[in-house]
Nanobody, 115 residues
Framework: QVQLVESGGGLVQAGGSLRLSCAAS????????MGWYRQAPGNQRDLVAI???????NYADSVKGRFTISRDDAKTTVYLQMNSLKPEDTAVYYC?????????WGQGTQVTVSS
């Protein structure tokens, strides 16, 4: 089983930056993908960014050029560097890992961007 622990959320002024981290633990080999999703009140949970086994990445159009997803050398921790934050980025951010035919979710971390 995979456990995910998120950190790095908080309150930031518009134009500022935050870095989210998600550490995966357990018996892990060959993770298919690691990604970040977000959910604002009244909305569905949407994909923000994802990195695949081989290192390729995809981003939501709304964050391209501002957010960067990356992982450590062990490929067990995923990061989301968020720059030029906007109020519309305010949401709960969830880490997601696909492994062993299962989707695992982090506990969520609140990101609030003030104007």
């Amino acid at each position: 089983q995979v456990q995910l622990v998120e950190s790095g959320g908080g309150l930031v002024q518009a134009g500022g930056s935050l870095r989210l981290s998600c550490a995966a633990s357990g018996t892990i080999f060959g993770i298919a993908s690691m990604g970040w999703y977000r959910q604002a009140p009244g909305n569905q949970r949407d994909l923000v960014a994802i990195i695949f086994r081989g290192g390729n990445t995809n981003y939501a159009d709304s964050v391209k050029g501002r957010f960067t997803i990356s992982r450590d050398d062990a490929k067990t921790t995923v990061y989301l560097q968020m720059n030029s934050l906007k109020p519309e980025d305010t949401a709960v951010y969830y880490c997601n890992v696909r492994y062993d035919s299962t989707r695992y979710w982090g506990q969520g971390t609140q990101v609030t961007v003030s104007s």
